[in-house]
C-alpha cells in the first residue's frame, strides 16, 4: 500500500489535526491518526523541558557560517545537559534538538561527537518513521557515514544495510542518493575484506 503525509508525521495529533484542517480542510482518519497510542511516547517528560527545548529549537535558522554553527551547537549542548534527565530521546522536540546538534557537529567537522547524536536518533527514528521511509532511510545512511568515517566497519556495513533496504524501495536503485549508498557500501565491505 503506497501512502503520502500531508504534513509532518512526528507532530502530535491534535496538531497534525488542526494543520489538515486549516490547510487542506480535511479531517484526517489514517492508522496514524486513529491510533494515538504514540502521542504520550512523543510528548514524554516534564512539559516544561520540552516546552523550551520546543521553542529552542522553533529558532534555529540555517546557519551560515562556522560561528553561527557553533552558536547553535553550544546552545544545544546547554539545553541537552540542562534537561538530561528530564527528557527521553523519544520526545519529539528532544529528537529535533539531537538531529539539530548532529548537523552543527557536521558543520564544525566533529565528526565522533556527531555520530554520538546521530545513534541517538536512531530508534526514535525507527518508532516514528516505521517500515519504508525516506526520512529514515537518509538517517541511517548519514549514521553509517559516520561509524565509517571513525573507523566502526562492522556497525557502519549494518546501518547502510539498513538503510540499502528502505531506501531501494523509497528511492529506487537509479537514484543519486542510492548511487552514492551503494558506493559507500562497497567501500566499507572492500576494507573489511581486507583487514
Known amino acids: 500500500q503506497l501512502t503520502i503525509s500531508y504534513v509532518e508525521s512526528l507532530m502530535p495529533t491534535s496538531e497534525r489535526q488542526k494543520q489538515l484542517k486549516r490547510q ?44 553561527e554553527w557553533e552558536r547553535v551547537l553550544a546552545r544545544c549542548l546547554h539545553l541537552l545537559r540542562s534537561h538530561a534527565s528530564q527528557l527521553p530521546d523519544t520526545n519529539i522536540y528532544q529528537l529535533k534538538l539531537l538531529d539539530c546538534a548532529m548537523d552543527a557537529c557536521i558543520n564544525l567537522e566533529a565528526w565522533e561527537q556527531a555520530l554520538c547524536y546521530g545513534s541517538r536518533t536512531l530508534e526514535p527514528y525507527r518508532l516514528y518513521y516505521p517500515d519504508f521511509h525516506p526520512l529514515r532511510a537518509v538517517q541511517l545512511m548519514r549514521v553509517g557515514k559516520l561509524q565509517y568515517s571513525q573507523g566502526m566497519l562492522p556497525q557502519a ?33 572492500a576494507i573489511m575484506k581486507v583487514q
Open 157 to 189: 556495513l549494518e546501518t547502510l544495510k539498513q538503510a540499502y533496504d528502505i531506501m531501494k524501495v523509497t528511492h529506487g536503485t537509479d537514484h543519486s542518493l542510492m548511487q552514492a549508498l551503494m558506493d559507500l557500501k562497497e567501500q566499507c565491505e
Open 24 to 67: 487542506y480542510c480535511f479531517e484526517c482518519d489514517c492508522c496514524l491518526c486513529q491510533d494515538q497510542e504514540k502521542d504520550a511516547k512523543k510528548l514524554a517528560g516534564e512539559e516544561s523541558a520540552w516546552k523550551e527545548v520546543k521553542d529552542a529549537v522553533n529558532e534555529v535558522r540555517y546557519p551560515k557560517s562556522k560561528e
